[in-house]
């Protein structure tokens, strides 16, 4: 990689790592670690849809997630249906056609992304868009940890829990989108999980879980970026593994 | 007769008529009638499965239910859930749960120590608020969501009482506290009750649910085998405990 489209990787990786790892904490403690995975594939025939017409295909991903999460919304507000086999069942098909019409040459980044063909253009919207992301997530913070300790006392005290879900989903559509640039469809689900998990190994209160979870996230997105561009590997899979790396450590430091 | 002459100068805070709550067809209660006044305990008793964490659910109206719910205009109502969706590891501490609804040391203090739990600001955030949420005993559970619901000077408790996890030692002491703030403060309770003891003792008037109102008065009138045996099924027999008061 270039000097100048490696910083801007870098840059950009920071951005989403960091709004990456902080939206995780929330999705950790609300125990969406497997929904949460699962959705991700979702983006895959939206990218391809975006590839295959000429648009920019976070755009498709980000439709392609929306349309899913409010489907998902919905199934768990009006019925009583299981949202985890419905989860199973949506997700791999929508994984299938996505892998059946994402052109063949643009299929192995659609899959494990690659932040090294990041323009500048695509950089400063990729920025812009995080830190809308994370002054969101810091908005509706509380009332949803809240609202996940016990839904009626949430209400008890005037928190509209559907509303606020509802927006906690939009913003995972939008980080989601976002990261596949990094990671890819396939591994998006484990740039917001395992910061969190491994920031929920050592924090004391809420506020150092929130901040660790972040930070992670930050450091695997910068410290994979270069590091693969040191080793020549593609980007996606050594960011992960670098959080990973996070993971493990912080069980060393557990406190039981 | 009871109404008039114990409740008829006290303001009524809560009027509910013939409330009826039913999820897809299937009727949880109906026939739900009571009136509260400020300073009154009320206790629900009931079976398992009788509609009493639903009535709660109505009753801040968090559900939807057929019937009449009347609120004075600006009550303000305090609810203490029977319990929390947390474990040991999750990472919320009892100064996190606080700051979610007050930032100010004093207001948490007070609260605090108004539930028993004594000491100035640093004490306690040294021996409790930095502890985790997922961590503390139930009765310690009890008295800070007690804590918590009371931080705004509600004028009513809803209070779900828990069924298991307080030995009951720990559960005499919360009843005693609640008496204590009932009496301080002027709070109406209306509490979820599994132990008839405590309904004796403490509540004002006793509503009696299983499908429906079995039975609404004071316990001393109400709370006979035959209406016991019709709430809980077969023959079952209340001996009444005396306190001496």
């Given at each position: 990689m270039e000097t100048s489209t490696l910083t801007l990787s870098?840059?950009?990786?920071?951005?989403?790592?960091l709004a990456s790892g902080y939206l995780g904490s929330l999705m950790v403690l609300r125990k969406m670690?497997?929904?949460?995975?699962a959705l991700t594939h979702v983006a895959l025939p939206g990218l391809a849809i975006g590839l295959l017409f000429g648009f920019n295909p976070f755009f498709g991903a980000f439709s392609a997630l929306l349309l899913a999460i409010v489907l998902i919304w919905l199934i768990e507000n009006r019925t009583k249906l299981s949202t985890e086999t419905l989860v199973g069942i949506f997700f791999a098909t929508s994984l299938s056609i996505g892998l059946l019409i994402t052109p063949e040459p643009e299929l192995l980044e659609a899959l494990f992304g690659d932040i090294s063909k990041t323009v500048l253009s695509?950089?400063?919207?990729?920025?812009?868009?995080?830190?809308?992301?994370?002054?969101?997530?810091?908005?509706?913070?509380?009332?949803?940890?809240?609202?996940?300790?016990?839904?009626?006392?949430?209400?008890?005290?005037?928190?509209?829990?559907?509303?606020?879900?509802?927006?906690?989903?939009?913003?995972v559509a939008l980080i989601v989108a976002l990261g596949i640039k990094i990671v890819g469809s396939l591994l998006m689900g484990s740039l917001v999980i395992i910061p969190a998990a491994a920031a929920k190994n050592l924090a004391r209160n809420l506020s150092s879980y929130a901040g660790l979870s972040a930070l992670f996230g930050l450091a695997s997105a910068i410290g994979g970026i270069y590091l693969s561009s040191l080793?020549?590997?593609?980007?996606?899979?050594i960011v992960v593994l670098s959080s990973a790396a996070i993971f493990f450590i912080s069980l060393i430091f557990k406190k039981s | 007769m009871f109404e008039e002459h114990k409740k008829g100068i006290m303001d009524k805070i809560l009027e509910v008529k013939d409330l009826a709550v039913s999820f897809d067809y299937f009727n949880v209660f109906q026939n739900v009638s009571f009136d509260l006044h400020r300073g009154e305990v009320m206790a629900i008793v009931g079976p398992n499965g009788s509609g009493k964490t639903v009535l709660f659910r109505a009753l801040l109206k968090l559900i939807r239910s057929q019937g009449t719910i009347n609120w004075s205009?600006?009550?303000?109502?305090?609810?203490?859930?029977?319990?929390?969706?947390?474990?040991?590891?999750?990472?919320?501490?009892?100064?996190?749960?606080?700051?979610?609804?007050t930032k100010s040391e004093e207001a948490i203090t007070e609260a605090l120590n108004s539930v028993g739990m004594t000491g100035d600001f640093d004490h306690l955030k040294h021996h409790l608020l930095n502890k985790k949420m997922g961590t503390l005993s139930g009765g310690q559970l009890q008295r800070v969501l007690i804590a918590w619901s009371i931080i705004n000077k509600p004028d009513i408790l809803l209070f779900d009482e828990p069924t298991s996890g307080i030995d009951i030692g720990g559960e005499e002491t919360i009843y005693n506290l609640l008496h204590k703030l009932q009496t301080s403060s002027h709070l109406a309770i209306i509490l979820i009750s599994h132990d008839l003891n405590i309904v004796y003792k403490y509540a004002d008037t006793v509503l009696c649910l299983n499908k429906e109102a079995i039975c609404y008065g004071p316990p001393h009138e109400v709370l006979n085998t035959a209406n016991l045996s019709q709430l809980y099924g077969g023959e079952t027999k209340f001996y009444e405990h005396k306190h001496g008061n």
């Open positions: 870098v840059i950009v990786g920071g951005f989403i790592g670690a497997l929904v949460g995975d695509e950089a400063i919207m990729a920025s812009i868009l995080s830190i809308v992301a994370i002054m969101a997530v810091h908005k509706i913070y509380n009332s949803l940890v809240l609202g996940t300790m016990s839904n009626d006392l949430a209400s008890s005290v005037g928190i509209r829990t559907k509303k606020i879900d509802f927006i906690f989903l939009l913003i080793l020549n590997f593609s980007p996606g899979p | 205009k600006g009550t303000k109502i305090g609810y203490v859930p029977q319990k929390l969706f947390v474990d040991s590891q999750f990472p919320v501490s009892v100064g996190d749960f606080f700051r979610f609804k």
